[in-house]
Every structure is written in structure tokens, then in C-alpha cells.
């Protein structure tokens, strides 16, 4: 016999009707009995799995439930506790309970009092009174004050946490000034799908310049909170003064550390936060670059809950051609490991096989740094209550009697429009569909061996569609995007060829809401740095799937 459901607790008023509930499983037919006074009293008309009373003194209550094979569990004890309320002074019968909450998720505080005349009840958060609040920020210290014309009650102080699970993955392959690269197109796309199986929000990109690198570093460190945090890039780097850099798309020939990213100044930034866990993986080379000046800057180390992985210690980072598809060896293993829920640590330790591997024997060897004060794990879930609001792409929509468009992201920078024939019409033949868009994009990934790899990608969702628009580099778009349809086909009774078209505005789709383009400098950059944040946290709770 197995209880699934035990009483609860209850503070009521005196003649209160209460009812008790217990629900079991097992063999057979069940009996219940119900007992109070110790045990040693068995409660009249008590043999339901609900027993309804009226409260008339505090008491303690439990059930024994039985089979008919003699068997029998009791249930936990429970106190019916029972108040006298004839002075009618608020009494405080349910406190609130202490949360931890994702963001976007509901935030549900109960308490419950009884009195004569009924209590009315006043929130505070943080020592201030909470008046028709229904939306905000929730995190912070909160109780309830209880009163009537009689007197005034307090409820327990009860803390509310912020918890999230959030990565941004940054992969820059096409350089103008550099050797290009071929790895970062699969490992950044894989390892967000494995990440968003372990409940983080991603935000994904390609092929962003120093200032867009900044911009949306900037916005994603202004997500942090009390929750999970992995920050992850592959591409072209190197280390200097003891510090390490990752070099832009736009980097000229020679650069020096103005026209990087400083790794250790992102590292900073993520424990200024105070966050439970903060992740920063590196698939980059490390090779001193010799055309840059010594620089003064003392080289900064983790601290707090930070883990640091970098793809080798101080030398080159190699990419593969693994089953056709090119992948970093570093995100190779990683991503062979990270689904699993262990310490992170341990993970990268896991990851640090990848020196055995006869590719790269004696050529690379991962750097595994931390200063974890408690065992964390990156399957760790996310403690949620209420229901989670869902926060989608903006799923853009056409569709007439024969041609239907749909798209998906790849990445939070990167959109592919579908156009589909579905039917023809009696007077229509040989119809074909083509796609642009206004203003025209640029396919960074057109050149020979790079659409191959990325159309890959389309494959994986089942898609044959008759025509499809990549959109890439939308982080640069700084107006709404139209995508135009064109149907060409011929009459069959004219036998002229003849076109149709439709547009559809679909606004600023994915990361181009962020305005990566544009940093904030100064008091009037910062009032706007909650809402770019905002729209940075709205594409990292999307997922990638096909839209229609």
C-alpha cells in the first residue's frame, strides 16, 4: 500500500467545516479509519478516505489505511488547529512560502486570515506597499499586513529568487581579412539544440563585427541574474599579456587588442553579477600574437561560482572534417558530453580526451580553470512555479490558394524563407516560385562548400521546399524587412507566361529587434539597455523550429 497523497495541515475558526483527505494505492479493496486523541480514538463515521468535521478544539489527526491481506500504512499526522476569533482580531491561518521563479514566469504569493470583520490584506515588497502591482520586477523580500477595525497582523517575510538557464553562442567563420573558417556553422548550431535540451534559452550568431560582438555581449551580461549563464564562441583568437582576445569579423591585417574582445573583461563582467553559475567556453587558438604591444593589464583569474574551458592551453585549436560536416575537435567532445548531469567540471575533464585523439595527438590540450564553491551542473532544472508564459518568435504568416511561405530560424541571426507550390489551378501550368527580399541581404553563406553545409542544416527539419531566401547578417537590419513572392506560370488557354505577386512585411524578425548595431553610450544608452535586454531575452526563450 502506497499513500500518494497525505493530509494537510489546517487553522480555522471555531465550527469551521474542515475535510481531510488522503489518497493511497494498492491491492484490492481498501479500508480507511481515521483516528485522533493519539491514535487511541478512533474517529465516529471515520472510514472515507475524506473526513469532513467540524472543528470544535485543536486537535491532531491520522488515517490507517488497510487491505484485506492485513496490511496496513498510516498516514502523516496532521493538527487541525482551531481559534477563537470573538474579539475578531485578524488570526494568520496560511504564510506565504519562499520562491524561485524563471523569468517570464507567474509569480503566485498566498496567505490566508480569518477575523470579524474579514481582514483586509496590504503586499510590500521590500518594505514598500505593492499597489495594483501585476507586472515588474518580482525578485526582492515580500510580506502581507492583515488588519481590521480590531487589529493588525504580519505575515512571515518570505524572499523571491530569479532563477534562468541562458547561453549565448557566438561563431565568426567569414572573415575579411583572415583565413576563413568552416567549423562554426555546425558546432554553433549543435550545441545550441543541446542546450536548449538542458532548458537553456539561446541566442545563437554568425559573423558579427567588434561592435555587434560588444553590443550583444552588453545585452546578454545584462540578462544575468541568480541563474545559469554559458557563454560560448568559436572562431579566430590569441592570447596576449596573459590575457586572450577573440578577433572580429571586420579585424584588419594586422590586428592588435583595440580590435578584439577581451575574454577576461567578459569574465568579469559575468561575476559582477553574482550569478549561481557562469560557463565560458572557448574554441579558439591561443598563439601569442607578436605584432601587438606588452600591455600593462595584469591578467584577471575566475572568481565566484565560474568555470572557465578553453579548447587548448597554449596553442592552436584545430577543426575536422568529421562524417562531411567540419566541427571544432573541442565542441566535438563537448558536445559528446554535455547532455550529461554531472559537475561541470567534470564534464570538461571529459572533454579533455580529446587530446587522445589521433587527429591532434600531442597538438592540443584543453585548460580547464574554476572556482566553484558548490557542485554545479549544467542539467541542473530550473525551479519554476505558476505557469510559464512562453515567449515565441514573431512568426510572420501568407498564404493564398497555391503558394505557401514559412520560415525558420537556424540561428538567432540567420532566417530561411520556404516558398511551397501546395496546388495549381485548372488554367495554370509549369508554375515555379521565387523569393527576395526588400532590402536585399547578402548570403554569406552562398560560396561554394558553405551553402552546401548550411542547407544541411534545412534537412534535418524534413523541408523540400520549391524555393527558399537564407537571410543572413540580421543584426544589421535597421528597418523592417518585406519578403516578396513572385508565382511565374503559364496559361494554359493564353499560353502566355504570366507572374503574380504578394509581399509580406514581417517586421524585425529575431535579433534584428536588439539593435546590435547600435551600443549604448552614457545615462541615455543605459534607460535603454532594459528594453534591448528584454528583446536579447525574448529571442533566447525561442526555439528554432519551423514556422509557418
Not at 465550527?15 to 489518497?23: E, F, G, I, M, Q
Not at 496490511?71 to 482551531?82: A, D, G, I, L, P
Not at 587522445?356 to 595527438?361: G, K, V
Given at each position: 500500500?502506497?499513500?500518494?497523497?497525505?493530509?494537510?495541515?489546517?487553522?480555522?475558526?471555531?465550527?469551521?467545516?474542515?475535510?481531510?483527505?488522503?489518497?493511497?494505492?494498492?491491492?484490492?479493496?481498501?479500508?480507511?479509519?481515521?483516528?485522533?486523541?493519539?491514535?487511541?480514538?478512533?474517529?465516529?463515521?471515520?472510514?472515507?478516505?475524506?473526513?469532513?468535521?467540524?472543528?470544535?478544539?485543536?486537535?491532531?489527526?491520522?488515517?490507517?489505511?488497510?487491505?484485506?491481506?492485513?496490511?496496513?500504512?498510516?498516514?502523516?499526522?496532521?493538527?487541525?488547529?482551531?481559534?477563537?476569533?470573538?474579539?475578531?482580531?485578524?488570526?494568520?491561518?496560511t504564510n506565504p512560502k519562499p520562491q524561485k521563479i524563471q523569468p517570464g514566469t507567474k509569480l503566485v504569493l498566498q496567505c490566508a486570515a480569518f477575523g470579524v470583520p474579514a481582514p483586509s490584506y496590504q503586499w510590500y515588497r521590500n518594505g514598500q506597499p505593492l499597489l495594483d502591482m501585476k507586472s515588474g520586477t518580482l525578485q526582492g523580500t515580500y510580506l502581507c499586513s492583515l488588519s481590521n477595525t480590531l487589529g493588525e497582523r504580519w505575515t512571515e517575510p518570505v524572499d523571491v529568487d530569479i532563477t534562468d538557464k541562458v547561453a549565448l553562442l557566438i561563431g565568426n567563420l567569414n572573415y575579411s581579412n583572415h583565413p576563413a573558417l568552416m567549423a562554426p556553422v555546425m558546432d554553433v548550431h549543435e550545441l545550441g539544440n543541446l542546450l536548449r535540451q538542458l532548458g537553456f534559452r539561446v541566442v545563437s550568431l554568425l559573423d558579427l563585427t567588434r561592435e555587434e560582438m560588444l553590443t550583444a555581449i552588453e545585452k546578454f551580461i545584462h540578462l544575468l541574474d541568480k541563474g545559469v549563464y554559458l557563454f560560448y564562441y568559436a572562431g579566430h583568437g590569441y592570447e596576449h599579456a596573459g590575457r586572450n582576445y577573440l578577433v572580429s569579423v571586420d579585424a584588419p591585417q594586422p590586428y592588435g587588442t583595440e580590435n578584439c574582445v577581451c575574454v577576461q573583461r567578459i569574465m568579469l563582467s559575468m561575476q559582477e553579477r553574482q550569478t549561481a553559475l557562469s560557463v565560458i567556453l572557448l574554441d579558439t587558438c591561443r598563439k601569442y600574437n607578436q605584432g601587438s604591444l606588452l600591455s600593462a593589464i595584469k591578467p584577471l583569474a575566475p572568481s565566484g561560482n565560474t568555470v572557465y574551458g578553453y579548447a587548448c592551453e597554449d596553442a592552436e585549436a584545430f577543426e575536422v572534417q568529421d562524417g562531411g560536416k567540419s566541427t571544432g575537435i573541442f565542441t566535438k567532445y563537448l558536445n559528446k558530453h554535455i547532455l550529461?548531469?554531472?559537475?561541470?567540471?567534470?564534464?570538461?575533464?571529459?572533454?579533455?580526451?580529446?587530446?587522445?585523439?589521433?587527429?591532434?595527438?600531442?597538438?592540443?590540450?584543453?585548460?580547464?580553470?574554476?572556482?566553484?564553491?558548490?557542485?554545479?551542473?549544467?542539467?541542473?532544472?530550473?525551479?519554476?512555479?505558476?505557469?510559464?508564459?512562453?515567449?515565441?518568435?514573431?512568426?510572420?504568416?501568407?498564404?493564398?490558394?497555391?503558394?505557401?511561405?514559412?520560415?525558420?530560424?537556424?540561428?538567432?541571426?540567420?532566417?530561411?524563407?520556404?516558398?511551397?507550390?501546395?496546388?495549381?489551378?485548372?488554367?495554370?501550368?509549369?508554375?515555379?516560385?521565387?523569393?527576395?527580399?526588400?532590402?536585399?541581404?547578402?548570403?554569406?553563406?552562398?560560396?561554394?562548400?558553405?551553402?552546401?553545409?548550411?542547407?544541411?542544416?534545412?534537412?534535418?527539419?524534413?523541408?523540400?521546399?520549391?524555393?527558399?531566401?537564407?537571410?543572413?547578417?540580421?543584426?544589421?537590419?535597421?528597418?523592417?524587412?518585406?519578403?516578396?513572392?513572385?508565382?511565374?506560370?503559364?496559361?494554359?488557354?493564353?499560353?502566355?507566361?504570366?507572374?503574380?505577386?504578394?509581399?509580406?512585411?514581417?517586421?524585425?524578425?529575431?535579433?534584428?529587434?536588439?539593435?546590435?548595431?547600435?551600443?549604448?553610450?552614457?545615462?541615455?544608452?543605459?534607460?535603454?539597455?532594459?528594453?534591448?535586454?528584454?528583446?536579447?531575452?525574448?529571442?533566447?526563450?525561442?526555439?528554432?523550429?519551423?514556422?509557418?
Open positions: 500500500i502506497v499513500i500518494v497523497r497525505h493530509p494537510v495541515s489546517v487553522c480555522v475558526p471555531v465550527n469551521h467545516k474542515v475535510t481531510l483527505s488522503v489518497r493511497a494505492q494498492g491491492t484490492g479493496i481498501l479500508n480507511y479509519q481515521w483516528f485522533t486523541d493519539g491514535a487511541k480514538k478512533e474517529v465516529p463515521n471515520g472510514t472515507l478516505a475524506d473526513l469532513t468535521i467540524r472543528a470544535q478544539q485543536t486537535q491532531l489527526y491520522v488515517c490507517r489505511v488497510n487491505d484485506q491481506y492485513y496490511k496496513c500504512v498510516f498516514s502523516n499526522w496532521v493538527k487541525v488547529k482551531v481559534l477563537d476569533i470573538d474579539k475578531g482580531e485578524p488570526h494568520i491561518a550529461q548531469a554531472e559537475k561541470v567540471t567534470h564534464v570538461l575533464e571529459k572533454v579533455s580526451e580529446l587530446g587522445r585523439d589521433p587527429l591532434i595527438t600531442g597538438k592540443q590540450a584543453v585548460e580547464i580553470k574554476h572556482t566553484l564553491k558548490e557542485p554545479r551542473s549544467l542539467a541542473d532544472p530550473v525551479r519554476t512555479t505558476g505557469h510559464t508564459k512562453e515567449l515565441h518568435l514573431r512568426d510572420a504568416c501568407w498564404r493564398q490558394a497555391n503558394v505557401e511561405v514559412s520560415f525558420s530560424a537556424l540561428y538567432s541571426n540567420v532566417l530561411v524563407a520556404f516558398a511551397t507550390v501546395k496546388t495549381t489551378g485548372p488554367h495554370t501550368q509549369d508554375c515555379v516560385v521565387t523569393l527576395s527580399s526588400i532590402p536585399t541581404m547578402e548570403d554569406i553563406f552562398s560560396r561554394s562548400g558553405r551553402s552546401e553545409e548550411m542547407d544541411s542544416l534545412l534537412l534535418m527539419n524534413n523541408v523540400n521546399p520549391d524555393c527558399t531566401l537564407r537571410l543572413c547578417a540580421l543584426q544589421k537590419l535597421k528597418e523592417s524587412m518585406v519578403i516578396k513572392v513572385d508565382l511565374h506560370y503559364t496559361h494554359r488557354d493564353s499560353k502566355l507566361r504570366q507572374t503574380e505577386s504578394q509581399q509580406v512585411d514581417i517586421g524585425k524578425p529575431l535579433v534584428a529587434s536588439c539593435k546590435l548595431y547600435r551600443r549604448n553610450h552614457g545615462a541615455a544608452g543605459r534607460t535603454r539597455e532594459g528594453a534591448f535586454a528584454k528583446s536579447m531575452g525574448n529571442i533566447a526563450s525561442s526555439n528554432p523550429p519551423l514556422h509557418q
